[in-house]
């Protein structure tokens, strides 16, 4: 049974914006990964829990935000300024393992994995 259970996928068009959220137990580190069709899971965003710091890939930066909920241990990214590359699957991912901090934005420092809402970006 997933641990973790993303919502708010769809269908925009380029320029649009999505918010997804991620349902959650507690966890020190959590994160948004992007897996394209054909391709290589990647990070885009990641945050610790505790201190709220919050680390981006270059690609999304200025265009992506991801923020936390505390009281309900909600993660949450907002897409905004949406473009066709970002069409693909996108999963929400946490541990509490350490790991060291440059590596955050991998997919081997996360443990915990939900099952993926899908983003499409198309004219």
């Known amino acids: 049974q997933a641990q973790l259970v993303e919502s708010g996928g769809g269908s925009v068009q380029p320029g649009e914006s999505l918010r997804l959220s991620c349902a959650a137990s507690k966890y020190y580190y959590m994160g948004w990964f992007h897996q394209a069709p054909g391709k290589e899971r990647e990070g885009v965003a990641a945050?610790?829990?505790?201190?709220?710091?919050?680390y981006y890939a270059d690609s999304v930066k200025g265009r992506f935000t991801i923020s936390q909920d505390k009281a309900t241990n909600t993660l949450f990214l907002q897409m905004s300024s949406l473009k066709p590359e970002d069409t693909g699957t996108y999963y929400c991912?946490?541990?509490?393992?350490?790991?060291?901090?440059?590596?955050?934005?991998?997919?081997?420092?996360?443990?915990?994995w939900g099952q993926g809402t899908q983003v499409t970006v198309s004219s």
């Open positions: 991912a946490a541990t509490s393992r350490p790991f060291l901090i440059k590596d955050i934005l991998r997919p081997q420092s996360f443990d915990v």
């Open positions: 945050m610790t829990t505790g201190g709220g710091v919050s």
